[in-house]
């Protein structure tokens, strides 16, 4: 079974700084994926970033970049230029291809 | 296309009553998920439709739990016997299996929330 853990529940971070979520995983399978959700207060889970295993390339998207350490079962979320907007919950999630798998979460504060 | 669509947004029962709740997924995708919230914790699976048939359950869904996909279109979960701790959101996503693994991630709707007195 697939285990996800996101160690830190709160973070907090100025506007126009920089924050970076944890996670980490646990499996068995060589071949997976991983994403980093975000779900405001309006509950609509939104997809912000995903990353193949099989790429060693980290994935980027605007002001969102991973740091996916396969060895270490580790993938991280780094957000850079925080704005107000992306004050919400952060989720970390596996895939093998079918069901998701979340982590606790992780609550983001960006103060102005 | 308007997204994944869940009816009720909130839904208060009293303890006993039996909960229906619908999800229509984007109409072009074939796999439909549900997945239950607890407050402060991310997404457990409940199970999943490929079409019409029901592929998997989680050991989370007790027998006073069922969902259906009769179309292979919307689905519904119906809760019966409530019980306090069946209190959560309820989440629909759904995907095109056809599409290459990952790539875009699930559709979630917007939850269903159940608060059971």
């Known amino acids: 079974a697939q285990t996800v853990t996101q160690s830190q529940p709160e973070m907090s971070v100025q506007e126009a700084e920089t924050v970076t979520l944890s996670c980490t995983y646990d499996?068995?399978?060589?071949?997976?994926?991983l994403f980093w959700y975000k779900q405001p207060p309006s509950r609509q889970m939104i997809l912000v970033i995903r990353?193949?295993?099989?790429?060693?390339q980290n994935a980027t998207e605007n002001r969102f970049s991973v740091n996916f350490q396969k060895a270490a079962k580790s993938f991280s979320l780094k957000i850079s230029d925080s704005q107000l907007g992306d004050a919400a919950m952060y989720f970390c999630?596996?895939?093998?291809?079918?069901?998701?798998?979340f982590g606790g979460g992780t609550r983001l504060m960006v103060k102005p | 296309d308007t997204g994944v669509s869940q009816d009720p947004r909130h839904k208060i029962t009293k303890r006993g009553q039996n909960v229906t709740f619908r999800c229509d997924p984007i109409?072009?995708?074939?796999?439909l998920y549900w997945y239950r919230q607890t407050l402060g914790q991310g997404p457990e699976f409940l199970t999943y439709?490929?079409?019409?048939?029901?592929?998997?359950k989680s050991r989370l869904l007790s027998d006073r739990f069922s969902a259906e996909r009769p179309k292979g279109s919307f689905s519904t979960l119906e809760i019966q016997r409530t019980e306090q701790g069946d209190s959560a959101m309820y989440l629909c996503?759904?995907?095109?299996?056809?599409?290459?693994?990952?790539?875009?991630?699930?559709?979630f709707g917007s939850g269903t929330r159940l608060t059971v007195v």
């Open positions: 109409s072009e995708h074939n796999r």
């Open positions: 996503a759904s995907r095109s299996v056809g599409t290459p693994p990952g790539r875009y991630g699930y559709t």
């Open positions: 990353q193949e295993a099989y790429k060693q």
């Open positions: 499996t068995s399978e060589s071949d997976y994926y």
């Open positions: 439709f490929q079409n019409e048939a029901q592929l998997e």
């Open positions: 999630a596996f895939w093998t291809g079918n069901m998701l798998t």
